[in-house]
């Protein structure tokens, strides 16, 4: 059941007098899973939050063969059933055409019906083309939009394609991607998405930084030891073995999700929130990180999978035995690093990244972890322990804020204690969690590209990867699995910050 997107909810409260302007958004993958699991239900909360015009459609392509009607029934059973009215509000804008993706009568009869749908539903010609496809479609359908006539922007009129990750498989192939995309279209035609970047605690990281006077002049490495960035999943591969296989966590999380958060907290403030200003702070943090060297991978960088073992009370399979994967798989479902970046901002503060599938509880925050008073006063007081300050800035599943402190603990004796101060969005604001994709899209319909990477911020994620990717690719693992689903990781994730006197900061179940 789709989510719900509450009368004081962040999107409704920023958005609420400007719904999109008139547009159909057009579909490739239309009967696929993300589809039915993410994008239907997201517009349907962007329908009750009426940030969707009343000249709004949605055309879906796919290979099945679906009528119009059977694609409405389909994508109708992932909507709330306690709202006929904005189900039928949807359903009514909701077309389809089957076809091939690499037809080019497909795209000819996709021209024919979005002209139909213009005159019926006054779109005026202004089309969001979303890629919820296989990676390898990307590049041909926008060659194919582009010989249809159907990429096109003229009087008045725009033309916007969103694509989903991976972008690209490597520095190489990314390139490659963005040359063939950028023969047909322009840079700011491009939206290519994360959907990490629809949270809202994501978007409040820029709000908290800089529209809070009592952080920013201490976000530096004057007064910050190091942070980690955390991404857990407790999910194995799932049906995804096949591709997950041929991936890896390595390639599948770190160049766009764990990039994107690093970029976020690193940046420079920008000289405005219009979308280039922010990306290209985004970008120099990016183009900033120490490049890795042989000898750097094998100190700095650490991957596991993960093999049987419990979450909860379920004992759950290993990697090598789930569907679609290989069973002397090398593949790896967990990474850790320590990148540094170099500038002056964040020169010797080391940033600690961890992901995973299959660990003990699905968590994904940001630590920022601050440095010892120079001098420790209360050392000899009872119950206080070599104190700092951590600022947590939790994403998923709860989104939130909090900050630990030291406290006198009350009595008559002097006794130091840690405090947490916290805040989470859903008490706080009331809000329910939502898909993460409404923001997204809508940014996408009003042009607004701030939350999307460039071409640049991709290539530079993946100039950070690559590196690794040689050196593993070089040096086969020496033991497969080597941590128990329902943990943390390998041990070697652990002594990677123990080398450094340093040590995770501790998620309770």
Not at 104 to 116: I, N, S, V, Y
Not at 173 to 199: C, F, M, P
Not at 314 to 340: C, D, H, I, M, Q
Not at 352 to 373: N, V
Request: hydrophobic share 40%; net charge neutral; with cysteine.
């Amino acid at each position: 059941m789709a989510a719900t997107i509450p009368a004081n909810s962040g999107l409704e409260q920023q958005t609420a007098s400007k719904a999109a302007g008139p547009c159909v958004f057009v579909l490739f993958g239309a009967a696929g899973d993300l589809t039915k699991r993410k994008l239907a239900p997201a517009l349907f909360n962007l329908v009750k939050a009426k940030l969707l015009p009343d000249d709004f459609a949605v055309m879906g392509v796919s290979v099945d063969d679906l009528s119009v009607e059977a694609f409405r029934d389909q994508l109708s059973e992932f909507l709330p059933a306690d709202d006929a009215e904005g189900r039928d509000w949807l359903r009514q804008r909701l077309f389809y055409e089957r076809g091939d993706f690499g037809d080019p009568d497909t795209f000819t009869r996709l021209r024919e019906q979005l002209a139909k749908v213009d005159a019926e539903r006054h779109t005026q010609g202004n089309y969001l083309f979303y890629m919820a496809t296989a990676p390898k479609f990307f590049a041909p359908i926008v060659q194919q939009l582009g010989k249809a006539g159907l990429s096109q922007q003229q009087d008045g009129r725009w033309r916007r394609v969103v694509i989903e990750k991976p972008f690209g498989t490597d520095l190489e192939s990314a390139k490659t991607l963005n040359r063939d995309i950028r023969s047909v279209l322009q840079e700011s035609q491009i939206y290519r998405i994360d959907h990490y970047l629809g949270k809202e605690t994501v978007q409040n990281i820029m709000v908290f930084r800089f529209d809070n006077a009592i952080f920013e002049p201490i976000w530096n490495r004057r007064y910050i030891d190091h942070v980690q960035i955390t991404n857990a999943e407790t999910v194995g591969v799932e049906r995804r073995g096949a591709y997950f296989d041929n991936a890896g966590t390595l390639r599948d999380m770190v160049p766009n999700h764990v990039m994107q958060l690093l970029s976020l907290t690193a940046m420079e403030s920008p000289v405005s929130f219009q979308a280039d200003a922010v990306r290209n702070e985004q970008a120099k943090v990016l183009h900033s990180i120490q490049p890795l060297n042989s000898e750097d991978v094998l100190q700095r960088s650490v991957r596991g999978q993960y093999g049987e073992g419990m979450l909860g009370d379920e004992r759950v399979p290993g990697y090598r035995t789930e569907p679609g994967v290989n069973p002397e798989s090398r593949t790896e479902t967990f990474v850790a690093l320590k990148l540094n970046i170099d500038n002056w901002r964040w020169a010797g503060v080391p940033f600690y990244l961890r992901t995973g599938k299959r660990l003990a509880k699905r968590h994904t925050e940001i630590t920022i972890q601050f440095k010892r008073t120079p001098f420790q006063l209360f050392q000899k007081a009872p119950m206080h322990k070599m104190h700092t300050n951590t600022l947590v800035i939790q994403i998923q599943p709860s989104e939130g804020i909090a900050l630990s402190f030291g406290a006198k603990v009350p009595g008559p004796l002097l006794r130091v204690g840690s405090v947490d101060m916290s805040f989470e969005y859903s008490k706080y604001f009331g809000a329910d969690a939502y898909t993460g994709y409404e923001v997204l899209l809508y940014d996408c319909m009003i042009g607004d590209a701030t939350l999307f990477q460039r071409a640049d911020m991709v290539e530079a994620g993946w100039s950070v990867v690559d590196p690794v990717l040689d050196v593993w690719r070089a040096l086969p693992p020496r033991k497969f699995p080597n941590y128990a689903s329902g943990s943390w990781g390998p041990a070697e994730s652990d002594q990677l910050m123990a080398s450094d006197e340093r040590q995770w900061r501790r998620i309770e179940p």
